[in-house]
């Protein structure tokens, strides 16, 4: 089966690509190809189709690729949509839909921590300084010690 599709060429970083007729199952090495349609030089943003010499190769059956397909499309030579040509997810939507809920709950709890800012007010140098409560600090602590604790004791049980 016969195969429209991009032969690069160009240096490293500076692709420039022809617009060539190939048998499917063989890559276009070197000088390989059967027919030359054009050029595409996404660097210059040039481009040049024969358009008559493409529509001749798919009255013969060649294919285009999805790209040169929407190249077709974009130029006029043939009527018809363009293709999706990015990778689709392989995420169902069910995944989707459990990623989203896990975000929003995330956000949600995110906002709820927030402190709510109190307007800044104008310090005296003679006021007294509000110190934290040590309490709350010590509660603190103290849960995450316990769970740590917990952690290394389900640990020691597992050796």
Do not use: C
Request: charged letters at 45%.
């Amino acid at each position: 089966m016969l195969r429209i599709r991009l032969f690069r060429g160009g240096k490293k970083h500076q692709p420039s690509y022809k617009i060539v007729v190939v048998d499917k199952d063989k890559a276009p090495r070197g000088g390989r190809f059967i027919d030359i349609l054009g050029f595409l030089n996404p660097m210059e943003k040039t481009k040049s189709i024969d358009g008559e010499k493409a529509k001749h190769w798919i009255s013969k059956g060649a294919q285009p690729s999805d790209t040169i397909h929407n190249l077709l499309v974009k130029e006029g030579v043939i009527k018809d949509e363009k293709r999706d040509v990015h990778k689709k997810s392989k995420k169902t939507e069910e995944q989707i839909k459990a990623e989203a809920e896990k975000k929003a709950v995330a956000e949600k709890k995110a906002e709820d921590s927030k402190v709510e800012e109190s307007p800044v007010e104008e310090v005296k140098e003679d006021a007294p300084v509000e110190e934290a409560k040590p309490e709350e600090v010590v509660a603190e602590v103290k849960t995450e010690v316990k769970e740590e604790e917990v952690k290394e004791e389900i640990k020691e049980e597992a050796k």
